[in-house]
């Protein structure tokens, strides 16, 4: 089982950037997403990509702001977060599956490896 670690995360304001990564150890042709998740609130799917790196989804709240990649020479995910607003502020998790149904991209289930989080907060 693959093991993920993030950072990245900080306390930016209101139309700011932040570059999210993930370290995979173990690493394979897995299809990986970021979730995040707000006190209070379900986690929730932000992006997903697949193994190469060609096919990646996105929740339709970050698309045109977030984007999903990938270096598997460097067994590294990333989201680059741009225009951040303080409805993003969450805890960031990566998670990482060996299949998918890519219909289902969003959901936890769907993923048996999780990060711990990296915390993102966004103020107005």
């Known amino acids: 089982q693959v093991q993920l670690v993030e950072s990245g995360g900080a306390s930016v304001q209101a139309g700011g950037s932040l570059r999210l990564s993930c370290v995979a150890s173990?690493?394979?042709?897995?299809?990986m997403a970021w979730f995040r998740q707000a006190p209070g609130k379900e986690r929730e799917g932000v992006a997903a990509?697949?193994?190469?790196?060609?096919?990646?989804y996105y929740v339709d709240s970050v698309k045109g702001r977030f984007t999903i990649s990938r270096d598997n020479a460097k067994n590294t995910l990333y989201l680059q977060m741009n225009s951040l607003k303080p409805e993003d502020s969450a805890l960031y998790y990566c998670a990482a599956c060996s299949l998918w149904v890519r219909t289902r991209w969003y959901q936890r289930e769907e993923y048996r490896s999780w990060g711990q989080g990296t915390q993102v907060t966004v103020s107005s």
């Open positions: 990509i697949s193994p190469g790196g060609g096919t990646t």
């Open positions: 173990g690493y394979s042709r897995y299809y």
